[in-house]
């Protein structure tokens, strides 16, 4: 089994120790060490175990053959890139990078990768086991032809607010940020849509001109189906509580949910193993809550306690590093997300009309 030494740069996204936790379940793997020029590398480095480098210093470890990258949005291209030319695979925590362009540069940076080297982005809602079971279940066919899908998501009240989510070179606010978990999720069941139709705006009730609240009402045009998409920043509930994906098809219907996992099943009749009706499936209730209740002291979010879906995750990351497995969250579906995020916001810059989203790389 090869050995997988994994090195930080930049640990102040909540995200970082999500990874840390879940990587070190598994076995012939090790995280030794991580770098960020943030005043609490310290803390976090002495709480999680690692040692406290430069970035020169993870990247020139000749011992470490695999990076997380958890800076800044505007940094994780070039962090990526260089940890690529230095011989490591790389995860990238979600969104990939400030802006649609970023993405392009890291899909073209995979493209030209030494054989062995992976890259994957943080996009791991999508393998949420309620996300992955609709999608073998739309695949075989089990509610016929899908004809219209409906899709919420949301981030915690307050969160359009902090500086996390207001970084002046990023392309936008929570839609692209947070929003995009969602439309990750739909790109990976449904592929990726010809156009999009949007509104994306502020309350001015419950934003000030310094916030990038990103409340949004999406048409993603497909040339055989009506998809929507609607996201706000203010839900009051946990973390990916409220988010719903519906699909409606011509012998039936799936609904499903994030956190906890939730699977609703209906068929006009028995067909797949399922029975005429519904048929539900809800993750326990006694699952961890998303977030951990004490301060978290190196990112200004909330620190995870739920990391379930972080265990396939990085699983896949050690797989296709180990064995050659395809990745579990490709750099090609998180350009495709960032394509779509940005031609929701040139929509709304005109008013809502119909922008195609690019394709290829």
């Known amino acids: 089994m090869e050995p997988i030494i994994v090195g930080l740069l930049g640990i102040t996204h909540p995200h970082a120790s999500a990874r840390v936790r879940a990587l070190r379940e598994i076995e012939g793997v090790e995280v030794v060490a991580a770098a960020d020029d943030d005043a609490r590398l310290a803390y976090f480095t002495e709480k999680y175990g690692l040692e406290a480098r430069t970035v020169d210093g993870v990247l020139q470890d000749e011992r470490i053959n695999a990076v997380m990258v958890h800076s800044k949005s505007r940094d994780m291209v070039p962090h990526a890139l260089r940890a690529l030319d230095a011989g490591k695979s790389v995860v990238v925590e979600k969104p990939g ?7 392009l ?48 998501g949301a981030a915690l009240v307050g969160e359009h607010e902090t500086q996390h989510l207001n970084q002046p070179a990023d392309m936008g606010g929570v839609l ?16 990726a849509p010809e ?30 189906k009506s998809m929507t998409f609607n996201f706000d920043g203010h839900d009051h509930l946990e973390w990916f509580e409220s988010s719903r994906i519906s699909v409606y098809g011509t012998r039936g219907m799936i609904e499903l949910g994030i956190l906890p996992q939730k699977l609703r099943v209906y068929v006009d009749e028995d067909r797949g193993g399922y029975p005429a009706g519904w048929t539900e499936w809800t993750q326990s209730h006694f699952t961890p809550p998303f977030a951990r209740t004490e301060a978290n002291k190196f990112s200004e979010l909330p620190e995870l306690e739920n990391i379930s879906n972080f265990h396939p995750e990085m699983r896949g990351w050690v797989d296709s590093i180990r064995t050659g497995a395809p990745v ?34």
């Open 105 to 152: 540069r890291l899909r073209r940076a995979e493209a030209e990768a030494k054989p062995g080297q992976v890259v994957q982005v943080g996009y791991n809602v999508r393998l949420a086991q309620s996300v992955s079971r609709a999608k073998e279940l739309i695949e075989q066919g089990l509610i016929g032809e899908v004809v219209t899908v409906s899709a919420r």
């Open 97 to 103: 990078g400030g802006t649609a362009e970023d993405l």
């Open 176 to 191: 692209w940020i947070l929003g995009c978990h969602m439309i990750d999720s739909l790109v990976r069941m449904f592929g």
């Open 195 to 224: 156009s999009v139709n949007a509104r994306v705006h502020k309350s001015p009730k419950l934003s000030g001109d310094s916030s990038r609240e990103d409340s949004a009402a999406v048409l993603l045009n497909y040339p055989d």
């Open 328 to 361: 579990v969250a490709p750099v090609s579906d998180a350009l495709t997300v960032a394509r779509i995020v940005d031609a929701c916001y040139r929509s709304e810059k005109e008013r809502g009309a119909s922008i195609d989203v690019e394709a290829g790389a």
